[in-house]
Every structure is written in structure tokens, then in C-alpha cells.
């Protein structure tokens, strides 16, 4: 069963706490990117990567950090240098220049 | 102003209306995309397109490139396809999409 996961799909977090989100593909894609999205603003791109032991910021990547070891795997760290994380993120999947295939979603809340 | 706009922000039709979902932008693009995302989070890619049309069921997809415009049309709407439709650009370099703010619609029985 093909697909993208995501977990967990609620996550909170106590201020001043790093946490990770896990990402997985089994879609043999290249690309994997991750997603920001707030009430009532598009996604935005935190960071994305083309290939193993590569990636790049996107356009709001401060206060978090990711590694790409595994062409499948795409963890996000959300630090505590993040100063407004609560949101829905979203992780997502490609072949270089094709569509992109998106997670389930992980919202994450500080408490 | 932003790169992608779309129009209108939210949308209540009547069940069997013909909707049209408008999305202009003012980057150069290498393809658009039309993106649904349901009340639960999870977002389905429904078309990319680079020209033309595309129909897939209900839906049409249209992109004028010299226009820098698409439009959505849902024909026979129904309830099921209440959502938030998303509109988004691949840049003309790199692999990085551009995403509008979306479209809330509603479609009411």
C-alpha cells in the first residue's frame, strides 16, 4: 500500500521543548518537502530535499532543523528557537518536477 | 502583494450549482496545480497543468499562460465537495511551489 505517513497527528509541546516530526514515504520519490500552514495564509516552505544527505531552506526554516538519511525519510525538528510553532505542518513527496503527493498532517500545539 | 492569488476566499453555492474557483499569479511558472483539502487536513493533488485544459469527472482545470490565470469549474456540485481548494505554482526554476491561500466552499443540500 503505497502512500506518504505522517505521525504523530497531534502533537503537543511544552515551551522551551524540541520536538520531531516523522515523515514517511514508500513512493520511491526523490523530493520530500516540508509545509507550514497557518489559519487563512497558504503553505509555506520550511525546508525541502532532492536527494539523500541534501536539503535545502525553504522560505521560513529558522528555528527548525531536518535530515534526510533514508531516500523514505524526512524527519522535522521543531526547536525551541521556534518561536511560534503551533500549526498544522504538512510533509509531502515528489518525483523531481511532478506532482506532489502530501501526508495526512501533523498539528502541533504549545502548551 | 503576493505571488499567487486566489478569488474568491469563500464560497457558498447551492447543491447542482457550476462553480469557478479563480487563481492569477505573477511569477513565471514552470506548471499550476490545483490542490483539495478536506476538513481533516489531508491534501490531495487533483490536477497539474502546464497548458490547455484538463477534466477529470466534474472538475475542470484551465490555465492561459499569457494571461498568468487559471480557473476551477466543479460542475453538478454537491455537499462531498465542500473543501478548501488550493492553487499553487511550480517556479520557473528550482522545484519550490508557490501556494495561494485557498478557497473555502461550501456546498450546501
Known amino acids: 500500500d503505497g502512500g506518504i505517513t505522517q505521525s504523530p497527528k497531534y502533537l503537543f509541546r511544552k515551551e522551551g521543548q524540541n520536538v520531531t516530526l516523522s515523515c514517511e514515504q514508500n513512493?520511491?520519490?526523490?523530493?520530500m518537502y516540508w509545509y507550514r500552514q497557518d489559519p487563512g495564509q497558504g503553505l509555506r516552505l520550511i525546508y525541502y530535499?532532492?536527494?539523500?544527505?541534501?536539503?535545502q531552506k525553504g522560505d521560513i526554516a529558522e528555528g527548525y532543523s531536518v535530515s534526510r538519511e533514508k531516500k523514505e525519510s524526512f524527519p522535522l525538528t521543531v526547536t525551541s528557537a521556534q518561536k511560534n510553532p503551533t500549526a498544522f505542518y504538512l510533509c509531502?513527496?515528489?518525483?523531481?518536477?511532478?506532482?506532489?503527493?502530501f501526508g495526512p498532517g501533523t498539528r502541533l500545539t504549545v502548551l | 502583494k503576493n505571488e499567487v492569488e486566489q478569488s474568491p476566499q469563500n464560497l457558498t453555492a447551492q447543491e447542482g450549482e457550476f462553480i469557478t474557483i479563480n487563481c492569477s499569479y505573477s511569477?513565471?511558472?514552470?506548471?499550476l496545480h490545483w490542490l483539495q483539502q478536506h476538513p481533516g487536513g489531508g491534501i490531495v493533488s487533483l490536477f497539474m497543468?502546464?497548458?490547455g485544459k484538463k477534466k477529470h469527472g466534474r472538475l475542470i482545470a484551465t490555465i492561459n499562460i499569457q494571461e498568468k490565470h487559471s480557473s476551477l469549474h466543479i460542475t453538478a456540485s454537491h455537499p462531498r465537495d465542500s473543501a478548501v481548494y488550493i492553487c499553487?505554482?511550480?517556479?520557473?526554476?528550482?522545484?519550490?511551489?508557490?501556494f495561494g491561500a485557498g478557497t473555502i466552499l461550501r456546498v450546501k443540500s
Open positions: 499553487a505554482v511550480s517556479m520557473e526554476y528550482g522545484n519550490k511551489l508557490v
Open positions: 530535499s532532492q536527494i539523500v544527505n541534501d536539503f
Open positions: 497543468l502546464s497548458s
Open positions: 509531502a513527496s515528489s518525483f523531481l518536477g511532478t506532482r506532489q503527493f
Open positions: 513512493l520511491n520519490h526523490d523530493a
Open positions: 511569477v513565471g511558472i514552470s506548471a
